[in-house]
T-cell receptor, first 119, second 107 residues
Framework: QVQLVQSGAEVKKPGDSVKVSCKTS????????THWVRQAPGQRLEWMGW????????KVSEKFQGRVTFTSDAFAAISYMEVSGLKSEDTAVYYC????????????WGQGTLITVSS | SYVLTQPPSVSVAPGQTASITCGGD??????VHWYQQKSGQAPILVVY???RRPSGIPERFSGSNSDNAATLTISGVEAGDEADYYC??????????FGGGTKLTVL
């Protein structure tokens, strides 16, 4: 079955960078995009962008442009999200997720990675 | 940006029907998806493309969409349905967008 397993929680200082991994299994990695969604404590889900695992093409939400980078390793079937210039407002649970073919929903999700930014 | 508006909270007694709305400009022309998120867990897709249910989702969950509001309806509500529910659409200007979420309380 489709599985997305994310890296563990991290604590960072303001100005640091963080890279979260999303290891996938159970499907052909290069045939799907990986999306990233974050959720600050008590807040709504916030879509961040996606990477097409086959072509490497990415799209980053306007809010995160210039600070967020998506990459992937097709051989290991892992997607990565890196956030630079961390601020306290970036404290959140970060999720990777996969859409079904031809549908704009997200039907498979990772377990989430808590990133805490604190001085 | 495309704004999706949901009521912050909905309360319903067990066995009754809960309706959660999602408003947006001309939302009837878009495909709306709904997610259930229980405390401390990742979201689960419960309705996609307005009305379709993923495998494993009970028939008690249904959706509709027209004009400026989409609705998630949960019939015969159970205690285990207590969760936050989010709507989501795709728009060609902003890609994905989520609503603000609705907390469903089962009385």
């Amino acid at each position: 079955q489709v599985q997305l397993v994310q890296s563990g929680a991290e604590v960072k200082k303001p100005g640091d960078s963080v890279k979260v991994s999303c290891k996938t299994s159970g499907y052909t990695f290069t045939s799907y995009a990986t999306h990233w969604v974050r959720q600050a404590p008590g807040q709504r889900l916030e879509w961040m962008g996606w990477i097409d695992a086959g072509s490497g093409k990415t799209k980053v939400s306007e809010k995160f442009q210039g600070r967020v980078t998506f990459t992937s390793d097709a051989f290991a079937a892992i997607s990565y999200m890196e956030v630079s210039g961390l601020k306290s407002e970036d404290t959140a649970v970060y999720y990777c997720a996969r859409p079904p073919r031809g549908i704009t929903a997200l039907d498979s999700w990772g377990q989430g990675t808590l990133i805490t930014v604190s001085s | 940006s495309y704004v999706l508006t949901q009521p912050p909270s909905v309360s319903v007694a067990p066995g009754q029907t809960a309706s959660i709305t999602c408003g947006g400009d001309n939302i009837g022309s878009k495909s709306v998806h709904w997610y259930q998120q229980k405390s401390g867990q990742a979201p689960i897709l419960v309705v996609y493309n307005d009305v379709r249910r993923p495998s494993g989702i009970p028939e008690r969950f249904s959706g509709s969409n027209s004009d400026n509001a989409a609705t998630l309806t949960i019939s015969g509500v159970e205690a285990g349905d207590e969760a936050d529910y989010y709507c989501q659409v795709w728009d060609n200007t902003i890609d994905r967008a989520f609503g603000g979420g609705t907390k469903l309380t089962v009385l």
